[in-house]
Each structure stands twice: as structure tokens, then as C-alpha cells.
């Protein structure tokens, strides 16, 4: 039981640490609220998300998926298109204070579950990693390394508001957070070349 909880922590780390859309929203958000509180909806909607990719992937959609051949160039053609769009919303934003600026409630659920449930690069993390490797355990040794790589989203993205808060705190001006917007959106965009080249080497 221990070893699919250690294996499910260091799993969830090694793919949720990369710099993506739904790490950049999280964090944005964190920073642009006076309060952490206010940003809220946003972490519990993005880790409510990533519980339910991982319960669907360890579920046995995993399975399914990998047994279906032309779904999974379908998912990284629809990745790339996703990347390069949200890399452009991320770059325009900035240019204009759009992607920079503080949302409602309501706002902020839309967008976490766009960005969350959209993402097809997300879907292949869950789906093609976290499933995959969750196949090697029993029934219950597989829901306790689901727990795992689930409780390690709900940290993380609490987390990573929390320095996003601590950031809007030091940089009053906001050119700290643009910068990193800039470089966000030139990291999706290599995200979304390196999903294109991976696509066109499996056609």
C-alpha cells in the first residue's frame, strides 16, 4: 500500500511541476486577488478537475483509450491546436491586461475548467501516465495511488496560489507578472511544437 502511495505522490510531482496553462492560471490568479481566499474557486475547481481525470483514468478509461489507435492522434492534434490558442490568449493578455486581470467567481470556474478539462495534454497526463502506471496495482493498492497523485493536485494548486499571492505582494506594479506571462506563453508554445512533432512522428 505504501509503495502505491510513494510511487502516486512521486508520479503526480514529476508531472504537475512543469510550467502549463493550468499552473499559469493558478498562480496568476493567486497574485492578482488581495486576498488568498479569493482565489479559491479557482484552486478547488482545478483540483476538483484533476481528481476526476485520475478516478476516470484509473477507472479504466486508460484502457480504453490506449486500445483505441487513431483517439490518441486525435487527443495531441486537438493538443497542439489547444496550446497554441491558449499560448496566444496568454500573450495577447498580457499585451492587453486581459489575461492579467482579476476574475469573478464565476469567471474564475469557467476558465479552471477550460483549462483543466480542455487541455488534451492534461488528458494525456492522466490518462496515459497516472492510468497507465496505476494498472500494476490491485483494487486497492490502485484507489490508494489515485489518492495520492489527487491529494498531491490539491497542494500543489493551493500552493502555487498562495506564491502567486506572495508575488502581488512584492511587485505592486504588475511587470514582474506580465514578464512571466511572456515566458509562460513562449513555454506553451514549445509545448504545443513539441506535441506536433510528437503527432507527426506517429502518423
Known amino acids: 500500500m505504501w509503495e502505491a502511495i510513494i510511487h502516486g505522490i512521486v508520479l503526480a510531482f514529476g508531472l504537475i511541476l512543469p510550467l502549463g496553462v493550468q499552473n499559469i492560471f493558478v498562480f496568476n490568479q493567486g497574485a492578482l486577488h488581495p486576498k488568498f481566499r479569493s482565489a479559491l474557486p479557482v484552486i478547488v475547481t482545478a483540483s476538483i478537475c484533476d481528481t476526476l481525470l485520475i478516478a476516470a483514468a484509473v477507472g479504466g478509461v486508460s484502457l480504453v483509450v490506449t486500445s483505441v489507435e487513431w483517439l490518441v492522434p486525435i487527443l495531441y492534434g486537438a493538443g497542439?491546436?489547444?496550446?497554441?490558442?491558449m499560448g496566444w490568449k496568454t500573450w495577447t493578455g498580457t499585451a492587453e491586461a486581459g489575461e492579467t486581470k482579476v476574475l469573478s467567481m464565476k469567471?474564475?470556474?469557467?476558465?479552471a475548467l477550460s483549462v483543466s478539462l480542455l487541455n488534451p495534454h492534461a488528458i494525456m497526463d492522466t490518462i496515459g501516465v497516472i492510468g497507465t502506471n496505476s494498472l500494476q496495482y490491485d483494487s486497492g493498492e490502485r484507489w490508494a495511488f489515485a489518492a495520492a497523485t489527487a491529494g498531491v493536485s490539491w497542494l500543489w494548486f493551493a500552493g502555487l496560489?498562495?506564491?502567486?499571492?506572495?508575488l502581488g505582494r512584492v511587485d505592486s506594479s504588475g511587470k514582474i507578472i506580465r514578464l512571466l506571462n511572456i515566458i509562460s506563453a513562449l513555454l506553451i508554445w514549445a509545448m504545443a511544437i513539441y506535441m506536433a512533432v510528437q503527432l507527426t512522428a506517429n502518423l
Request: no cysteine; net charge positive; proline share 0%.
Open 80 to 85: 497542439v491546436i489547444f496550446l497554441a490558442f
Open 107 to 111: 469567471g474564475q470556474i469557467g476558465y
Open 161 to 166: 496560489a498562495a506564491a502567486g499571492r506572495g
